[in-house]
């Protein structure tokens, strides 16, 4: 402990509170809440021995505490609630976001921000609302917001589109959108609905009506009467909406139930929905590593960071057993939705059945997880240590490399790098090679020549170099058979670096290896014959793909030669927007016009070589346009 925690914790207030532990960088490591200030925090530093090793590793870690005063141990929850929430301590008990559900995003840092659906929720400012536990609910919200608030659904830029004077789509002319893109609203009337819009996704339906009246009122009195007959008919539509709410919400067969099972190491919370009487949804949030805290601590973050949320909180949540501050929750929750909120733990009947069943699903989630982590393994990690066993490796080839020619009748020829990882794809370190010195279809010298490139620069002491080829296999693939195995034998010899390295020919899925006669058979269930297989086929589909782009591009390059006027500059600026010839042969005139240094005679060139038959995609030839454009002159 240091001088400073020391003097902090001798003026710590007998008060209500949330304390920020901080480490040496002023990062914040866990946030907590306090009805004594003074006697909470001052048991981190003392009493060593009734702390669990996590909470030890912590207190080491603090290098300094800040506090902040509240007036109740209700506002000390909702503060300790937000700030966990805002920073995301990392020995705070977290929810992890769960990617499987939608959620609604507003960005409103943008002045003209549009509702967006993503699966992920990010610290960047912007509010999100979910998650939607099905697709039928979130179409459902996402149709009342574009029929009551007329946002916009497109990706322009909007300060670009009314620099060029565009005008308004079909949603505007509908009522679906209020075309900010032609300027038919400010940035302050487009904030007002946007402030609407969040109101109606968190269920502050009274906040919002008095809103929307007040709006229809001042229309009114402006006797601008059509507009005061949307804002009457939007007022109508939430009403609508608040209606079915408050009929669900009074539904008594409407409750949310929970559960928590472990297993080594992990634990499952189960949530169950049960809705009209029927369960009619379920999730489940995993946490891992949490071998140090118990279920009831568990569950008392899961109920505080899930349900705050949530747009809506069922009346009634089931529990498997009473949680610390269970009426402190309960009226922090109450108050997050605005009506009572019961935490119940039932004893017998149906209600006990609910979460006995819960507890099995959780349960079972956490045995399925445990088989696919286990799948997943003998898939990539345990397949690799098989394959270093079946082959006789002196070690577990982390890195694997695999090398693969392609070309056409020796014309483009090049080859490939993929990389894998503990038996997965390292798609950053895959490299690709024209080759430089082999003429012709040979495939035995191309391999020579690629794996010595590759064995070089990895010796040279550039930063480049290393970076891209720095890091030495444990083990080279090669796509073929005893002839391209030798070939990069030979490479090795030649650079005097010597890399365990087989050959996997395709037709029978035999593996070469050095100093053998006799090939290598593997199991065809074999999970080491299966990463081989996985690696050959990416190097294969990584070199043809490279091979083809490149046949294309020539092919591109010389059919460009032929056209009059393209001179080397106008032909670079095309290669570089236009990669093969059906491309060009998709774009319109305007299109070809807009690459640089191409003017109205260049581009119709190029317009008239891609359509020979003088027809463009309208039916109208080229001839016809442009005596169509005199005519009008």
Not at 41 to 49: A, I
Not at 96 to 110: L, N
Not at 138 to 155: I, Q, S
Request: glycine residues 6%.
């Amino acid at each position: 402990m240091n001088d400073r925690i020391e003097a902090i914790l001798k003026t710590l207030p007998d008060h209500p509170g949330v304390y920020l532990m901080k480490d040496k960088d002023g990062e914040i490591i866990y946030v907590g809440k306090a009805i004594s200030l003074k006697n909470r925090v001052r048991q981190y530093f003392h009493s060593h021995k009734n702390h669990s090793s996590k909470v030890i590793a912590m207190v080491r870690k603090i290098e300094d505490i800040q506090y902040i005063l509240v007036d109740s141990e209700m506002e000390a929850l909702i503060l300790e609630c937000n700030l966990i929430k805002k920073y995301r301590p990392h020995y705070n008990i977290l929810m992890k976001d769960d990617k499987q559900y939608p959620y609604m995003r507003i960005d409103f840092s943008d002045p003209f921000a549009r509702v967006e659906v993503v699966r992920k929720v990010e610290n960047d400012g912007a509010k999100y609302y979910g998650p939607f536990l099905s697709a039928v609910a979130l179409t459902d919200v996402l149709d009342a917001v574009a029929k009551n608030f007329p946002l916009r659904t497109c990706k322009k830029d909007i300060a670009k589109a009314r620099a060029r004077h565009e005008r308004p789509c079909l949603n505007y002319q509908i009522g679906r959108c209020s075309a900010p893109c032609a300027g038919k609203i400010s940035e302050e009337e487009y904030g007002v609905l946007l402030e609407q819009v969040s109101a109606f996704l968190q269920g502050k339906y009274d906040t919002l009506l008095k809103e929307l009246k007040a709006e229809m009122e001042k229309c009114a009195e402006r006797m601008e009467y059509e507009q005061a007959a949307i804002w009457r008919d939007r007022i109508r539509n939430v009403e609508r909406v608040i209606q079915r709410q408050k009929a669900a919400e009074t539904n008594l067969s409407e409750r949310d139930v929970l559960a928590i099972k472990r297993l080594e190491g992990d634990a499952m919370v189960q949530c169950f929905g049960v809705r009209d009487g029927k369960l009619s949804q379920s999730r489940q949030f995993l946490w891992e590593d949490v071998d140090q805290e118990t279920d009831a601590e568990i569950l008392l973050a899961f109920v505080k960071q899930y349900y705050e949320r949530q747009t809506h909180i069922p009346r009634e949540i089931l529990l498997p057993f009473t949680l610390e501050e269970q009426e402190l929750v309960q009226q922090y929750l109450s108050g997050l939705r605005g009506h009572k909120v019961q935490l119940l733990v039932p004893q017998r009947g149906e209600k006990k059945h609910l979460v006995e069943l819960a507890e099995q699903n959780a349960a079972e989630g956490l045995e399925k997880r445990k088989l696919r982590r286990e799948h997943q393994y003998m898939r990539h990690e345990g397949a690799v240590k098989l394959l270093a066993e079946e082959l006789g490796l002196s070690r577990m080839p982390h890195r694997m490399e695999c090398f693969d020619i392609s070309h056409t009748q020796g014309v483009d020829n090049v080859a490939s790098m993929v990389v894998c990882i503990d038996g997965k794809p390292a798609r950053k370190e895959y490299r690709r090679f024209k080759t430089k010195t082999v003429e012709g279809a040979d495939d035995f010298k191309s391999m020579n020549e690629v794996v010595k490139r590759r064995l070089l620069r990895s010796m040279e002491p550039d930063e480049a170099s290393q970076k891209a080829f720095g890091n030495l296999p444990d083990l080279m693939v090669i796509d073929g058979g005893r002839g391209q195995l030798n070939a990069a034998l030979r490479a090795m010899d030649e650079v005097g670096l010597h890399i365990p390295t087989i050959g996997l020919a395709k037709q029978l899925e035999e593996v070469y290896v050095p100093e053998r006669d006799e090939t290598v058979m593997l199991d065809r269930k074999s999970p080491a014959l299966h990463v081989l297989q996985r690696i050959r086929d990416e190097a294969h589909r990584f070199a043809i793909t490279y091979h083809r782009s490149l046949r294309a591009s020539h092919e591109l390059t010389s059919a460009l030669d032929e056209i009059p006027g393209i001179g080397p500059k106008r032909r670079r600026q095309l290669l570089m927007q236009y990669k093969t010839i059906d491309q060009i042969k998709q774009a319109s005139l305007e299109d070809l016009l807009a690459v640089e240094g191409m003017n109205h005679a260049s581009a119709e060139a190029v317009y008239t070589w891609a359509h020979k038959d003088g027809q463009t995609t309208d039916g109208h030839s080229i001839m016809n346009k442009n005596a169509a454009q005199q005519a009008q002159r």
